[in-house]
């Protein structure tokens, strides 16, 4: 319960942060908008038959870069205003503070996926079965984007704190995310290629995000700490009073 409490009260400041500005939610639509008019030009004109191999490479394509451009601010707030060592000082749960930022960055890119589906569905006439089975679309794009979020969070948050630069998230950032995103996409084609199988691909992919959940946070205090460097010593003593 204290858990749930602390993520709760993060999660909040971070929502009233965000509806202050909607730095990050303006930004993300607006990325979104791009893409979809970039497909548009360059791959509106496909045959329904390529669109389906077309359509769900640019749906995650998408979704990474989206994914990229949240996980890089979300985190660049702690980093300019030095909150992030505040938090390792205080009695807060490093989970906590993972279930927070991660469920931030999952709530733009959905509103993102929002935008992004819709609007592919409007581009492509291939893209029609994900019209035909929304709930299906829906648990797919919800799954694939907590998975995304699971791993994406862990390093991001490890960059802030070692004081990393944003390039370098993009650098580690895509190459580990590039199996959950690969796994995405095939359900999706399945999807649209009205496969008998895939249905059983919602199943692997919540499998896949329990697995990428459970690691993320057990490894998120020593991947936060130990890119902390000096947070690391200042998180101690909170340990040790905890322990008390």
């Known amino acids: 319960m204290v858990l749930l409490r602390q993520i709760r009260l993060l999660l909040l400041a971070e929502l009233r942060q965000e509806v202050r500005s909607f730095e990050v939610v303006l930004t993300s639509a607006f990325f979104s908008v791009v893409m ?5 030009l360059s791959l509106g004109a496909l045959p329904v038959e390529s669109q389906l191999m077309a359509v769900p490479g640019a749906l995650w394509l998408s979704v990474a870069f989206v994914g990229s451009l949240t996980l890089t601010r979300v985190f660049d707030r702690e980093r300019e205003s030095d909150t992030l060592r505040a938090l390792l000082v205080g009695p807060v749960n490093r989970m906590a503070i993972y279930f927070s930022k991660a469920a931030v960055a999952l709530l733009v890119l959905l509103l993102a996926a929002a935008v992004l589906v819709p609007g592919l569905i409007v581009i492509f006439p291939g893209a029609a079965p994900m019209a035909e089975r929304p709930l299906f679309t829906a ?3 919800l799954l ?5 979020v699971a791993v994406g969070t862990l390093f991001a948050a490890g960059l802030a704190a070692g004081s990393g630069k944003n390039v370098l998230l993009s650098l580690i950032l895509h190459p580990l995310t590039t199996p959950v ?17 895939a249905d059983a691909y919602l199943g692997r992919l919540a499998a896949v ?8 946070a057990w490894l998120f205090e020593p991947v936060l700490v130990g ?3 000096s ?3 200042a ?4 340990r040790t009073g905890a322990g008390r």
Do not use: K, Q, S, W
């Open 227 to 229: 890119g902390g460097g």
């Open 235 to 238: 998180a101690r003593p909170a």
């Open 231 to 233: 947070g690391g010593d």
């Open 181 to 197: 995103l690969m796994f995405n996409l095939v359900a999706t084609r399945a999807l649209l290629e009205a496969h008998p199988g």
């Open 209 to 216: 995000d329990v697995v990428l959940v459970v690691l993320g």
């Open 144 to 148: 694939g984007c907590i998975g995304y």
């Open 36 to 40: 979809m008019a970039l497909f548009a």
């Open 139 to 141: 648990a797919m794009v």
